[in-house]
């Protein structure tokens, strides 16, 4: 029969599991629901303890927040917009100063002057921000901007992918300790097999050959300090005697 446990430790397994899933998008998978029914209500305990949670357990995607990726696109299609509106722009104003030189040159038809110059001063034929000093100066500034964006966006596509990493990383490492702990608590509702059986035996007798191991230890610093101390006193007896022999000596001379 399982031993009983606690409704604080399941309750706490169970805040973990949903937690964690819920911070992922997977509150709806079918492994945490059930695992999480079964948690709640205590029961088919040992039908979850047989299951490998790493083999179910959701895996967390590497994805950008939705709200940087809608501010990265934002950035995408203005930069993209920018890339071709100078074309736009500069064949506009093509169009505007060949239509504005013709009215011109039927004006003026013993005027001395070419099409470009005409183009970059029309005499009032064309507004001036069509003309092509105007039109040189504004594609300047959309193709600097387009160039700018396309370096913010850029930052922003690592900075999102980095921050994306490291919580993929953290929720990686939440999910391996809630293996854990899943495995923890199931693991008295697991049924007796003869492999496990062998398992415990295998891991009595490693702790057995330890603590024989240690034991050996222990005596053979003990036998080493034993014959130290017996070496000691018969170097200290050998002492006594010589001593003895001088003493009588020294007696027999006086």
Known sequence: MAPKRTKSNASELLSKLTTWAASIGESDNP??????DGLTQGTELEYWAEIEPSDFLPIP???????????????????????????AVTWLSVAQAAAAF???????????????????HSHGYIPVYFELQSIADLDF???????????????LQRIADKRSQDVQISQMAERSAIILEIKRYLRPYRKVTNESISQGVQASLRGLNEVHRNAAAVTKNLSIGILSNQKE???????????????????KKL
């Open 102 to 120: 013709n009215r011109f040159v039927n004006d003026h038809p013993s005027a001395n002057t070419n099409f470009l110059i005409f183009w970059n």
């Open 31 to 36: 492994y945490v629901q059930q695992l999480s």
């Open 233 to 251: 006193a018969v170097r200290l007896e050998k002492i006594k005697d010589k001593l003895s022999e001088q003493k009588i000596k020294q007696t």
């Open 61 to 87: 995607v590497n994805e950008t927040p939705i709200k940087v990726q809608k501010r990265l696109e934002r950035f995408f299609l203005l930069r993209s917009s920018l890339v071709f509106m100078p074309v």
């Open 141 to 155: 500034i959309i193709i600097t901007s387009a160039i700018v964006l396309n370096v913010i966006e850029t930052r």
